[in-house]
């Protein structure tokens, strides 16, 4: 098979540990001690080794080196980490290798590694400009810590990042949300993931912000719901004054710059998790790996159990219908700005966007939450606001 007939694949490899654990955070990512990590990265090597064996009619287009904290564990386990992926992967000479960092991770030493070893994209977790938000997030950085990171990233030769932000974080005002989209935008970043606070149940933010939490003491409250919406088309107004173009919900880039990565899962292109509990879409099928480390350390990857392995590891396998994959094409299509292309739809299920969708999309257009611009049908700025209730309506029974 030549490269050309091979089909797209995406890649997400989890590294699950952090420094510390953040207050709002339930991302499967804890600390860890060095000697696991390295047992970690061994075993995820024996995994890609497995994985990429049922792989070899795919070309990846993109790799997404994800967490918990990447930059937090020895580089030199990035780099047999990417080795192994070269090996047993056929990456497209111009995929986009993206590595998440997070500052205060000694990232002066790494960046310039992770830049040889092929990684072409840094997203750096930064959340807020402002200290003291910084401190009731639970980061262990300051924002003159990730300044020097950003530096660093740039001096390493990284023409692409991103940097990650959040709204709606306790004690957030208008004024302070503004410095920090005016701090960030002067760095000219290549891309800002913007996204608001969710408290979610089982992190300590539940304890103290969930339902029938006090929020008292120390803790500053959460803005409130004016608060919060003002922040949200603050986010889109100030990024647009600066040149950065919104392209999904919570997702803005210079021109030329979105990540590749994240459309691919919009527009469903296949991709592959690698490691403790990531996710895949794959085939038709959506599976998550193992979550519990002991379990996952434990999987015999090498070949003659390798079948076993691979079905231990991935568990139940949810083989989608026909109705549930134009149910996430629109889900996901319309997350993005551009919206879902009636073409595509037709050259994908073999029926037409309107005769699925017709009656639902009539309606919506004639209450302003969706639009259509030739093929193009897509969220309206209100029905961007209310997304989650306009998606919902393209659920099919
Ligand atoms: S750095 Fe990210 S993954 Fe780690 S605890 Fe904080 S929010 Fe979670």
């Known amino acids: 098979m030549t490269n050309r007939q091979k089909k797209p694949l995406e890649l997400y490899v989890h590294i699950p540990f952090c420094a510390s654990k953040c207050l709002y955070c339930d991302f499967l990512s804890f600390r860890a001690l060095r000697s696991v990590q390295e047992e970690y990265i061994m075993q995820l090597i024996r995994e890609i080794r497995a994985q990429g064996a049922c792989c070899r009619e795919y070309q990846v287009t993109t790799v997404f080196i994800g967490g918990g904290t990447p930059s937090v564990i020895d580089p030199l386990l990035i780099r047999d980490l990417m080795q192994s992926l070269f090996e047993n ?51 262990i950085h300051t924002f003159e810590e990730f300044l020097k990171s950003f530096q660093y990233a740039r001096m390493s030769g990284f023409s692409n990042i991103n940097i990650d932000l959040m709204s709606s974080i306790p004690g957030q005002t208008m004024d302070s949300w503004r410095n920090t989209l005016k701090k960030v935008t002067m760095l000219k970043p290549e891309h800002i993931s ?80 690698l490691g403790l509990g990531a996710a895949s879409y794959i085939k038709g099928c959506r599976f998550a790996n193992e979550r519990d480390m002991d379990a996952y350390l434990s999987l015999d990857f090498s070949e003659a159990f390798r079948d076993n392995a691979l079905s231990c590891l991935r568990g ?10 134009m149910e996430e094409f629109m889900f996901l299509g319309l997350r993005m700005i551009r919206g879902v292309s009636e073409l595509e739809f037709v050259s994908m299920f073999g029926i037409k966007l309107e005769h699925v969708y017709g009656a639902v999309m009539k309606q919506l257009i004639d209450n302003g939450l969706l639009q259509k611009k030739g093929v193009w049908i897509s969220l309206t700025e209100w029905g961007m606001d209310v997304s989650n209730l306009v998606l919902r309506e393209f659920l099919l029974d």
């Open 89 to 139: 992967f056929h990456i497209a000479g111009d995929a986009e290798i993206t590595i998440e960092v997070n500052p205060g991770t000694l990232l002066q030493r790494k960046l310039p590694v992770y830049r040889a070893l092929g990684i072409n994209r840094v997203s750096i977790g930064l959340q807020s400009a402002n200290n003291r938000e910084l401190q009731y997030l639970g980061r």
């Open 194 to 273: 913007a996204y608001s606070l969710i408290v979610e149940e089982g992190t300590p933010f539940f304890e103290m912000y969930g339902e029938g939490a006090n929020a008292c003491g120390q803790s500053p409250s959460l803005p409130d719901e004016d608060t919060e919406n003002r922040l949200y088309h603050l986010t889109r107004s100030f990024l647009a004054e600066q040149g950065y173009g919104r392209y999904e919900i919570s997702n803005y880039s210079r021109p030329g710059w979105e990540c590749r990565h994240n459309i691919g899962y919009w527009t469903q292109i296949p991709y592959l998790g």
């Open 316 to 325: 139940a396998v949810h083989h989608l219908t026909r109705e549930e994959k």
